[in-house]
């Protein structure tokens, strides 16, 4: 891991791991910087700390939802990667209901059409 960024804590690994756990066939890798949840060769999720010494989430969203996510400010942002992809800053206001939604919504997005009709809203 580089000096710059710092590797991503056990307790917000767990975090994730507990509302990835419940999306059908979803594992979880090593990334070029950080951890990141995929279904088959999709990524869903991938958590990373910052040059800045923050960490980030980021995942995928429909169209509308990016745009809307990017106008809220702190703690979103679009991310610079990727189609429709949404970012979030993990602080000490993070709603982890919301996160566990927002992944879910991810999944959906990126899962195949069976599986993603595993899992209910």
């Not at 804590?9 to 059908?24: G, T, V």
């Amino acid at each position: 891991m580089s000096k710059d960024r710092p590797d991503v804590p056990a307790e917000l690994l767990e975090r994730l791991e507990a509302i990835m756990a419940r999306l059908p066939e979803t594992y979880r890798e090593g990334a070029w910087v950080g951890k990141r949840w995929r279904v088959g060769a999709s990524t869903v999720a991938h958590v990373f700390g910052g040059e800045d010494q923050q960490f980030r989430i980021v995942f995928h969203g429909e169209p509308d939802e990016v745009a809307a996510f990017e106008n809220l400010g702190h703690p979103y942002f679009r991310a610079g990667w990727g189609a429709n992809v949404i970012g979030l800053v993990v602080d000490e206001q993070t709603d982890w209901g919301e996160v566990a939604e927002l992944l879910t919504d991810s999944y959906r997005i990126q899962a195949p059409a069976t599986l993603a009709a595993q899992v209910t809203p």
